[in-house]
């Protein structure tokens, strides 16, 4: 008898579900699974191509427990804890460890490491693994949390969750499943994309001249071996190698949700994601339309939410350092909409509506109860635009939970644009400290 690898000591259950448990073994064998928190075991038959599967009730978060699973062998799994279990993916700012990658160093790195001892905090890493086909077993091992394996562990998923386990007091798991460097298509699996993209080759699936960006590669070889394991939600950190094909990728990210959601079979699960934030960029394609992309996908699917960085961008490096206050805010939104916490705002300021009058534009938002504010620094990254499309540098001035802006090059306001291009740090918060995404009021092409 074998189990998957995400199946094994120390590892970290979904409270209060029905969690799958499943293998390999002879056929027709009878598989027993006892858990220390049941009264009776549960049984099932191994199907005819030798492999079984059979769901558990869990209670509230506790433990540690143990199982006995039984069949032609028999296996005991030990310290397990019930709690909430997160999957943590995306590309390299998803995977940036809390040590920080080579001269780019995560703020707060070693204060982290060095309080990392938490029983409480289970870790799972998926080893990287491209594959044609779909896997049902990926590598990997369940971590307690100590200071050797955390300063390896994802630093914006480790914060996440660290977070979390604070607030919520209960276990937490983290699955980490990443890989720097990669598009959204290799993490979608093959029907969406023949379904829907007719622009991505899947021919070269099979030939095996794949690469990590290869369409569905990495969803079959990192996604699919953990469907079985039951989660509360995703936190995901992507985008930069979608960047110069943004209208692409606002479809493709959401149908990459959509698809996670109707596989792994738990409804619309939450999915929480971080928008790429300010960088140089050597290119002409603005980045600031990949971000727009991000931000229709939280607004156009159900259960999302997005993490705006605009404040914490890095001229000189893509990753910026800045992942613990990433973390807090991912766990925002997870405290705030998933667990219900109450008077905890979670949301960056969206645009909502603009009215001209005279020379000026009354910008006017949502998630800005108590107003906005620039935290005392000069408010800049406007531009306004008249009839001719012309963007011109402009004048800002926050009155309450609006912004009023103007030009004196720009008689009657038509556009206004903010942080509409590549490198711009946000000046304009709500009080909670969230940053307004970028954003822009017209729809032109250019």
Request: charged residues 20%; hydrophobic residues 40%.
């Amino acid at each position: 008898m074998r189990l998957p690898s995400i199946l094994g000591n120390h590892m970290l259950l979904q409270q209060k579900s029905d969690v799958t448990i499943w293998g390999w073994a002879e056929a027709g064998v009878t598989v027993s699974v006892k858990a220390s928190w049941l009264d009776s075991a549960c049984l099932t038959k191994v199907n005819d191509k030798g492999k079984w599967k059979l769901n558990i009730p869990t209670p509230e978060a506790g433990g540690p427990y143990e199982m006995i699973i039984s069949a032609d062998t028999t296996l005991l799994l030990k310290d397990i804890l019930i709690g909430e279990v997160w999957v943590c993916s995306g590309q390299s700012n998803m995977e940036m460890p809390v040590k920080g990658f080579m001269s780019q160093p995560v703020y707060g790195s070693n204060d982290c490491i060095a309080n990392s001892d938490n029983p409480n905090i289970r870790l799972f890493k998926v080893t990287k693994k491209m594959s044609t086909s779909p896997l049902e077993d990926c590598e990997g091992e369940w971590i307690v949390s100590n200071p050797v394996d955390v300063a390896e562990f994802s630093a914006a998923g480790y914060f996440f969750g660290r977070y979390l386990q604070r607030i919520l007091k209960v276990p937490v798991g983290l699955i980490e499943s990443c890989w720097g460097g990669t598009k959204a298509e290799a993490w979608t699996d093959e029907v969406t994309l023949k379904n829907q993209f007719k622009e991505f080759d899947l021919g070269q699936l099979k030939s095996g001249k794949v690469t990590k960006n290869s369409p569905t590669v990495l969803f079959n070889g990192m996604i699919n071996p953990i469907l079985n394991y039951k989660i509360k939600g995703i936190v995901w950190y992507q985008g930069e190698g979608n960047r110069k094909k943004p209208e692409q990728y606002a479809r493709l990210f959401p149908s990459m949700i959509k698809n996670w959601r109707d596989l792994w079979k738990q409804g619309e699960f939450p999915f929480y994601f971080v928008q790429i934030a300010p960088y140089k960029y050597d290119s002409t394609v603005n980045s600031a339309f990949l971000r727009e992309a991000q931000l229709k996908t939280m607004l156009n699917t159900h259960n999302t939410g997005m993490v705006v960085t605009m404040d914490i961008g890095n001229f000189t490096t893509i990753h910026p350092p800045d992942k613990l206050l990433v973390g807090k805010r991912l766990a925002y939104w997870a405290l705030a909409k998933t667990y219900g916490m109450e008077g905890l705002p979670y949301c960056s300021p969206i645009f909502k509506t603009m009215e001209e009058k005279g020379n000026k534009a009354t910008l006017s938002f949502d998630y800005a109860d108590l107003g906005l504010s620039s935290f005392g620094k000069p408010l800049d990254g406007f531009q306004v635009a008249g009839k001719d499309k012309v963007f011109h540098p402009a004048n800002a001035l926050i009155v309450r939970s609006n912004v009023i802006v103007w030009s004196d090059d720009v008689e009657t306001p038509v556009a206004v644009r903010y942080c509409w291009e590549n490198y711009k740090m946000g000046t304009l918060f709500n009080t909670a400290g969230l940053p307004a995404p970028s954003f822009r009021t017209d729809d032109w092409n250019e």
